[in-house]
């Protein structure tokens, strides 16, 4: 199965409706349904209880970026990807705890992923394999080519983070904060978009193309314009930790927020 680890940069801009906003922390979340649903019950029960809630809205810009991990779960199809620019949104209660602490759960959608641009490696194409077979050589695992390729991951996380912040000044109209804590991620969906045309080579180095082994010639170019759906190449679940700084400006019982902060996943 791919192995990818991922990392997120995310700006976001944030309005909140209610009194002081902030974040909250959960146990590290076996990712189990029965104890997901057990956590939003509780939430909502202490919402309920709770004087001081607020809820609110989160949007902005995610720039994930995937590596491949360590050791054996480096390939050459899951390393060299660079960061995709994408959108996540949600919806968060927040539940202050005391002037400085506050927790907030969040249900987040995120685009995540990455991109390959250039000469890189593709699993050996079964057209291509006859060739192997009948010139009595092994198939190789991986041939390489020179085109684009895309990974778009989409998922619904869940963060639980506790908030700090500050006040500044005395009108307390602005105050600054910063959030961390874990988050569980449910991948819905997976594409690899790729594009472009290419001779096949069999080395990194770009220096043994693919021959036709009666002409001795080149192959023609191969065309890699295909969407193909990988989700089930991928781990469904995430874990992962996260944190935030941001400011915040109050007016009235309304709070604007805008923050940048990063994430980081392992797929399990």
Known sequence: MTQYCDHSIILSFTYCLGKNIQRINICPMQVKIILLSATLSTLIMASAKSQNISIGVRGGLTLPNLSAGSGADVTPLNKGYSSREGLGFGLFAEFGMSKLLSIQPML????????????????????????????????????????????????????????????????????????????????????????????????????????????????????FNETTNIKDQLHKFNLGLGGNAGISYKFKKNSIFIEAGGNYGWYC
Not at 127 to 134: G, K, N, S
Not at 135 to 145: D, N, S
Not at 148 to 170: C, D, H, Q, R
Request: cysteine-free; aromatic content about 12%; charged content about 15%.
């Open 108 to 223: 987040e959608y995120s685009q995540q992923g990455g991109k390959k641009n250039g000469f890189q490696a593709l699993p050996t194409p079964s057209e291509v394999v006859p060739l192997f077979q009948a010139a009595g050589q092994p198939v190789p695992t991986y041939l390489y080519a020179d085109y684009k390729s895309e990974t778009k991951l989409n998922y619904i996380m869940l963060p639980v983070l506790a908030k700090f912040g500050w006040a500044l000044g005395s009108q307390l109209h602005w105050r600054v904060y910063a959030d961390a804590g874990p988050y569980a991620g449910l991948l819905v969906s997976a594409h690899q978009i790729t594009s472009g045309t290419s001779s096949l080579y069999l080395d990194a180095q770009k220096k043994q193309p693919l021959v036709d082994p009666q002409s001795n010639q080149p192959l023609p170019l191969n065309n």
